[in-house]
């Protein structure tokens, strides 16, 4: 009988500890072709710099060893402010890479799960990288095409060893593609035709980037407040979106719709720079700035991804909500085609957000990977 090596679980506090949880992904992915590495100092800034997450939340990251060598890693986060908008006394774990192991997998969510205890916490959910509002669930389908932008790939076999640990699905988000060149359905032209009269779609004003940050935000939080999981952004978290937007977005690729001057809809697309960083390996050192930036100003990604997207409440169950939702489409569309971009992501959408499922269908929108939020009792 075979014995399995003992696991040891090691908090990522020391420099040497958090160079193997940022790189362990690179051996366990190294004969996945669509795999793209995350950038390294992006994800170091986030766990452990400045993210405004975590000035309302805790969290720790954790990598297992075998016989001295970097098997697995985890983190784990208790949000206070999600206690105070649900008071279910849950946290998440999120960041979870490991071998096909179950004994490695249940040693971290062991370790997680203790740690949340610790925090009060009496429900697990995730994966959350690290928070509801950035990367969220684990691809189950999809494998076979590459992440986009803030969009996580998996392995296989993680789905299996994650309910082996007893987890089970709580919620699945599906991921769109749609050509952004679609010929809009005849429907969708009279609605929009029919409420012209009373809507101005707009780009981004870059020239009053702080007032349209806060448009934003506040479209983004009154829209979404009803939606599982939901956290609101901060101003802080926001702001910090916006810094990638200006760094990233051409004022067209932000559209924002109003009813009568009053903002209610707004749209946010951008260049999928998974394209660009792809043979970077995480690093943009020593010369990986000058293909970043070569990748978005010169040749530009001809694909991209839609991650923020929201329509006021009060409109969302009258007719002009659809109709909203399709004229901030339509006009992001074509600052997308006008730079040659030919395909885009759509994500994530809630399974049973049927609303929106059918206005992405109705523009041939197709579902084309699936990730998922496992939860469970602790």
Known sequence: MSIHPPITVQAADSAGVRRDFLRLPQRLYASDPRWVAPLEVELRERLWGGNPFLRHASAQAWVAYAQGRAVGRISAQFDRLQQEYHDDMSGSFGLIEAEDDPAVVAALLETATAWLRGHGARRVRGPLNLS???????????????????????????????????????????????????????????????????????PLLRSDKARELGILRDIFNDAWSQNYGFVPFTVEEFNDVGKLMTLLLPDDYVQIAEVDGEPAAFIVAMPNINEVTAGLRGRLLPLGWLRLLWGLKVRHPQSARVPLMGVRKKFQQSRLGPGLAFMVIDAVRKGLCARGVREVELSWILEDNSGMRSIIEAIGGQVYKRYRIYEKAI
């Open 132 to 202: 509801v509002n950035e990367e969220c669930g684990l691809l189950v389908e999809g494998f076979d095409t590459p992440p986009s932008i803030m969009m996580g790939h998996a392995r296989p076999y993680y789905d299996a060893l994650l309910r082996g640990c007893g987890l089970a699905p709580a919620r699945d988000l599906l991921a769109y593609r749609v050509a952004p060149d679609f010929e809009a359905p005849r429907v969708m032209r009279r609605l929009a035709d029919s409420i012209s009269g009373h809507v101005r779609v707009r």
